[in-house]
């Protein structure tokens, strides 16, 4: 079986395909400070509430985090006897190289939700994705990485105008019911949800423009549900685009025999 994670700036998801199917997501806090063996005990507890077996026999790792990879690689060398493929690293091929400017690191989500979105909903796709920033990337009409846009996250903006408006509580983001608030908490929630569907709407027309052409829209990350209720906003949403993607890249290596 093949485990598969991804880890942002504020969370880690860890899933295992069986061959057909992802049998399990789990989620967990993002912290560099996690050993290997404090992630197996905690793997190891999320299979045994779902009845399931840790058979691991391969493992894709994506972090924009790279002091968690240290004890990520540990968890694989330790207790499943492998290396684990890295994406961003030399020895971890991708299908299509990314096109950007020379020297540019791409953060490896980016890579992997490019191509999982290009495998799912073929070329010329603009992929928003609401994470810590929020992210829009450009795949081309090979699959490839073409550039994009980052944006501050959505909770991130929250936090930053509780933390820097001593006056304004902090609020959790959510579709109001009007534009106009008539209390602090739906000023606010109306300013975020309205704010940031204006960005992606602008961003995602400025990119069509800017490209000549019609680009189809597809969210992912925990907020695409939510931002789905603006009406035209995407023309889809994928929560397991990530996943998908960690484990397309993981067939493609093993098909060029360099798994």
């Known amino acids: 079986m093949l485990l598969c994670i991804d ?9 295992i395909w069986d061959g057909e199917r992802f049998i399990g997501i789990w989620r967990i806090s993002t912290n560099h400070l996690r050993t290997a063996d404090e992630y197996y005990v905690w793997l190891s ?12 026999d391969a493992c894709i ?3 924009t985090v790279p002091r968690v990879v240290f004890n990520l690689r540990v968890l694989c060398n330790r207790y499943f006897d492998l290396r684990p493929l890295v994406v961003g690293k030399p ?3 991708l299908p299509v190289q990314p096109r950007v400017d020379e020297g540019t690191v791409v953060g490896p989500d980016r890579l992997v939700n490019t191509w999982a979105a290009f495998e799912r909903y073929g070329p010329h796709l603009t992929v928003v994705d609401f994470g810590t920033a929020t992210t829009f ?15 501050p996250g959505v909770n991130l903006s929250l936090e930053a105008l509780h933390m820097g408006a001593a006056s304004l509580p902090h609020v959790d983001v959510t579709m109001p019911a009007q534009v106009i608030g008539t209390n602090t908490v739906a000023c606010i929630q109306s300013g975020v949800f309205w704010g940031y569907a204006g960005l992606v709407r602008e961003i995602c027309a400025r990119i069509a423009a800017e490209r000549g052409r019609k680009m189809k ?7 695409a549900p939510l931002f789905d209720q603006a009406d035209g ?14 484990r397309l890249i993981h067939d493609y290596n093993k098909e060029m025999g360099n798994v």
């Open 7 to 15: 880890t942002g700036n504020t969370n880690s998801t860890f899933s």
């Open 45 to 56: 507890s999320m299979l045994t509430l779902r009845k399931l077996d840790l058979c691991i």
């Open 61 to 63: 790792i994506s972090s």
């Open 91 to 93: 020895d971890c091929l």
């Open 137 to 151: 990337d450009v795949v081309g009409a090979d699959g490839s990485y073409e550039g994009g846009v980052i944006s």
């Open 217 to 223: 829209v597809i969210a992912t990350g925990g907020l």
């Open 233 to 246: 906003l995407f023309d889809g949403w994928d929560e397991d685009l990530t996943m998908h993607g960690l």
